[in-house]
C-alpha cells in the first residue's frame, strides 16, 4: 500500500516535471530535495553551500537539505539507501567512475532533455563521455580532474632540483637528492589502485581491454609498472606508505613540508594551501606525471558528475538544482574559488584560466586518458587495491597482479585472461 | 486440539502479553535470518535482485542454488575461509584469555581493601564506558604511524617506529591490544561481583585449616568463581568472535587488511564491489551455526556437570 502511495507520488511528480520542462519552470517545481555533496567538508565545503544559498535565494520554492557525505563512504552509502529505496538523497555528487555504475543498476534517472543538461553541446567532451550510459546522459558533469606531479619548489632548490622530473627514473634520482642534501623524503605514493594508474599508462598498460573482452592487469607491462613504483618504496627513494590512513598521511606530510613530492589532483590543491609548508600559494610546483619506458605519460580522467535518484519525488526541482549547480557561472565561480577544473567550456573565462593550479592542470590534462567504458571499472580498482598493498609490502608483482586479474575474473564472467 | 483450546482459555492472558514481543522479535531477528538463509541458497547479488526506484523497475532474476554457496566456501575454491578462520580463532582465544586474566588479576587487586578503591574502580571501568567507535578512532590517532603519539614516544626512546597500522603482524598485535584495553573492564567489573559474593566464612575456614593465599586463591577463590567465569568466558567467546567494530573501524577499512575476521569478511562482501548478498549470507550462516556448535558443547563441557555435581 505505502509502495503505491510512493509510486504515485512520483508519478504526480514526474508528470508535473514533464509539463514544467516547456514554459517556466522555475515557478511550478517545489518542495525539498537533498543533496550529497562529496568534496572535502573543511576544505571545499563552504563555497558549495554559497552556491546552495545562492540558489535558494532564486528559486524560494525550493529548500535545499544540504549534507556533506565524506567521499570514501559514499559510494556505498547511496547503493544501500538507493537499493533499499529508503533515504537516497535526490541528488548526489557522484564520481566519474560510479556515474556508469549506478545507471546500470537502475538507480538513476536520465536526464536527456531535461533542464539539468539544457546547455549539453557546452561539456567538454571527456567529461560528457564519463556521465553517458547506454547513450543516455545520467549525469552533468560539475568537476573534471586528472593527476598530476605536485612538487614544493622550496624543497626542490634546496635540493638543487631544477625542473620537475619527467620519466619514473628522473623522479627516483630526483627523491634521493631530496633525501640526501634536503633532508625528506623524495616522494609519498598513496597506496591505492587509482593512484597506481599512472604508472600502468606509462607502460601502456590498462586494468582491461574492452574492445577485445580481455582482462590485461598481469600482463608483462602492467607487471613492469607496478613494479616501477615497488622499487620506488623498496629502495627507500619513496616514503614507507602507511596502508591505513594512507591518502591523509600523504596530505600531512606533504602540507608539513615532509616530502617533496606527491601524485594527487587539483582537488587536493585548498587543503595543500592550508599546510605550512604553502603559506605562500607559490611554492606548490604541478607537472604532468612522469612517463614510464614506453615513453608515454598517462593519467586517469577523474572528476564529478551531479545526479538524480531515480526515486526522488522532486525530479523537477532536482533537474533545475542540478542545471544551477552545473551552470557556467557556478563552475568558474568554483574554480576561482578552489582550483577544480571546470566542466565546461565557457567557464574557462579569462578569471579562471589566470589561476595558477588550473592553468598547470589543464597542460596535465592534455595526457590524461578516458576511463574504461564499462560498468564495473570502478569496482575492479577495489581488488586491485588488496594487491597492490600486498605488493608494496613486498609480495612478487606477478603474483599480486596474477590474483587481481583472478579477482577480475569474478566480476566480468566471460571475459578471458592471458 | 482440545487441549490447544484449553491452553489458550486458561492462560490467553499470557499469550496476550507476550505477542508484541513475539511480533517484535519476528520481525526484528526471525525475518532477516530467514531471508538471510534464503540468500545462502541462491546467487543474489547486488544487480539480480529486484528493486523498483522511481519509474524503474528491475524483477528479480536470482535463482536457487541449493548448497552450492557452501560448497563453495567449504571446499576450499573461494580461497578465503579457511585462513580467515584460523585467524578469527586465534584472535578470539588470544583476546579471551587477555581480557580474563588481566579482569582477574584487577578484580583480586580491587577485592582489596585499599585506600582509594573508589576511584580506581571508576577509572577501570572509564574504557568501557566510552563508546568503542570512540575508542577506536582515539586509538587510531594515537597510533598513526607518522604522527602518532605511540611512535612519537617510541622516537623520543630513541627506538625506530613501528608501522601498527601498515604491517600485517603490527595490525593484528594492534587489535588485539585496543580489543583487550576496552574489553577487560567487563570483565573486571563481572569477576569482581562474583569474588565479593564469595562468604568470608570460606576464607576464615581455609585459614584456620592452615591454607596459604595461593591455596586460598586455588581451593577456594577458583571454584566459588566456576560458574560466573563459565558464563563471562563462553559470552567473552561470542562477543570477541563477533567484534566487528574494532578490526573494521582500525584496520579492516583499509586496502590489504589481513587481520579480517569472519564478520569483517561477510561486510566486505556485502558490501564492496559488485555486493555480493549470497556470498555474505552464506559466511554468516557459518558464523553463526560455528557460534551455535560452540555454546552448546561448552554448556555440556562445563556448565553442566558443576550443576550436577551433589557438593
Known amino acids: 500500500m505505502r509502495r503505491g502511495i510512493a509510486f504515485l507520488a512520483v508519478t504526480v511528480a514526474l508528470a508535473a516535471s514533464g509539463c514544467s520542462g516547456s514554459a517556466e519552470p522555475a515557478d511550478s517545481d517545489s518542495g525539498t530535495i537533498t543533496w550529497w555533496d562529496t568534496s572535502d567538508a573543511t576544505t571545499e565545503a563552504p563555497t558549495y553551500q554559497a552556491l546552495v544559498a545562492q540558489f535558494q535565494a532564486q528559486h524560494p520554492k525550493i529548500k535545499v537539505n544540504y549534507v556533506n557525505v565524506p567521499f570514501s563512504d559514499a559510494e556505498q552509502k547511496f547503493k544501500t539507501a538507493a537499493q533499499g529505496g529508503n533515504g537516497a538523497p535526490d541528488v548526489m555528487r557522484s564520481d566519474v567512475g560510479w556515474t556508469p555504475a549506478f545507471a546500470a543498476q537502475g538507480y538513476l534517472l536520465p536526464l536527456d532533455g531535461t533542464p539539468a543538461v539544457d546547455q549539453i553541446g557546452d561539456f567538454l567532451a571527456g567529461p560528457a563521455g564519463t556521465a553517458k550510459y547506454d547513450g543516455k546522459m545520467y549525469g552533468a558533469p560539475q568537476v573534471t580532474d586528472t593527476l598530476g606531479l605536485l612538487y614544493n619548489k622550496a624543497l626542490f632548490a634546496k635540493a638543487g632540483i631544477t625542473a620537475a622530473p619527467k620519466t619514473w627514473p628522473e623522479l627516483k634520482t630526483a627523491s634521493q637528492a631530496l633525501k640526501a642534501k634536503a633532508g625528506v623524503d623524495g616522494v609519498y605514493l598513496n597506496p591505492d589502485s587509482y593512484f597506481l594508474l599512472p604508472f600502468l599508462y606509462g607502460e601502456g598498460a590498462n586494468l582491461v581491454d574492452v574492445a577485445n573482452k580481455k582482462i590485461t592487469i598481469n600482463s608483462p607491462e602492467a607487471v613492469k609498472g607496478v613494479q616501477t613504483a615497488q622499487d620506488l618504496v623498496a629502495s627507500g627513494a619513496a616514503a614507507k606508505p602507511a596502508y591505513t590512513d594512507g591518502y591523509a598521511n600523504m596530505q600531512a606530510a606533504f602540507k608539513d613540508g615532509k616530502v617533496g613530492m606527491i601524485i594527487n589532483g587539483p582537488w587536493s590543491a585548498s587543503d595543500i594551501f592550508a599546510g605550512k609548508a604553502f603559506q605562500d600559494k607559490a611554492n606548490l610546483g604541478i607537472a604532468p606525471v612522469p612517463a614510464g619506458s614506453t615513453g608515454q605519460a598517462g593519467s586517469p580522467v577523474g572528476g564529478h558528475n551531479l545526479v538524480v535518484y531515480a526515486g526522488t519525488k522532486h525530479a523537477g526541482a532536482a533537474e533545475q538544482f542540478v542545471q544551477f549547480m552545473t551552470s557556467a557561472a557556478s563552475e568558474s565561480t568554483t574554480a576561482a574559488k578552489l582550483g577544480t577544473l571546470p566542466a565546461r567550456t565557457s567557464a574557462y573565462t579569462s578569471e579562471v584560466t589566470a589561476n595558477q593550479v588550473i592553468a598547470s592542470f589543464q597542460q596535465a590534462m592534455a595526457i590524461a586518458q578516458p576511463r574504461l567504458a564499462l560498468p564495473q571499472a570502478s569496482d575492479l580498482l577495489g581488488p586491485l587495491s588488496q594487491d597492490y598493498v600486498k605488493i608494496l609490502q613486498g609480495e612478487q608483482a606477478q603474483a599480486g597482479l596474477d590474483n587481481s586479474a583472478k579477482e577480475f575474473a569474478k566480476l566480468l564472467p566471460g571475459w578471458s585472461a592471458p | ?311
Open chain 2, 1 to 311: 486440539m482440545t487441549l490447544l483450546r484449553r491452553v489458550l482459555d486458561r492462560h490467553w492472558y499470557a499469550w496476550a502479553m507476550v505477542a508484541p514481543v513475539v511480533l517484535v522479535l519476528a520481525l526484528l531477528v526471525l525475518y532477516p535470518l530467514a531471508r538471510g538463509l534464503w540468500f545462502s541458497l541462491t546467487d543474489a547479488n547486488e544487480s539480480n535482485i529486484g528493486r523498483t526506484i522511481g519509474p524503474n523497475h528491475i524483477p528479480s532474476t536470482y535463482q536457487f542454488v541449493g548448497l552450492d554457496n557452501y560448497w563453495h566456501v567449504l571446499s576450499g575454491a573461494e580461497g578465503h575461509f579457511y585462513p580467515v578462520l584460523a585467524w578469527t580463532v586465534v584472535w578470539t582465544l588470544i583476546c579471551v584469555a587477555l581480557h580474563y586474566g588481566i579482569g582477574l588479576a584487577l578484580a583480586l587487586l580491587l577485592n582489596q581493601r585499599a585506600r582509594f578503591r573508589t576511584g580506581y574502580r571508576i577509572m577501570l571501568i572509564l574504557p568501557w564506558a566510552v563508546p568503542p567507535f570512540v575508542s577506536v578512532f582515539a586509538w587510531r590517532l594515537l597510533l598513526n604511524g607518522q604522527a602518532g603519539i605511540v611512535n612519537k614516544a617510541l622516537g623520543g626512546l630513541g627506538l625506530p617506529a613501528v608501522a601498527w597500522l601498515s604491517d600485517p603482524t603490527w595490525q593484528k598485535v594492534s587489535v588485539i591490544g585496543v580489543n583487550t584495553w576496552i574489553g577487560v573492564p567487563f570483565m573486571m567489573v563481572a569477576l569482581l561481583g562474583g569474588l565479593q559474593s564469595i562468604p568470608a566464612e570460606l576464607y576464615e575456614a581455609a585459614e584456620m585449616d592452615g591454607a596459604s593465599a595461593w591455596h586460598r586463591f586455588r581451593f577456594v577463590t577458583v571454584p566459588s568463581l566456576r560458574p560466573i567465569s563459565n558464563t563471562v568466558i563462553l559470552l567473552g567467546c561470542i562477543w570477541t568472535f563477533n567484534q566487528f567494530a574494532i578490526i573494521f573501524l582500525l584496520v579492516g577499512q583499509a586496502a590489504g587488511a589481513s587481520s579480517q575476521i569472519l564478520v569483517t569478511y561477510a561486510y566486505q562482501l556485502a558490501f564492496s564491489g559488485v555486493r555480493d548478498y549470497s556470498g555474505s549470507a552464506t559466511y554468516g550462516a557459518l558464523i553463526l551455526s560455528l557460534l551455535l556448535v560452540f555454546a552448546v558443547v561448552y554448556r555440556r563441557r562445563l556448565g553442566s556437570p558443576a550443576r550436577e555435581n551433589p557438593t
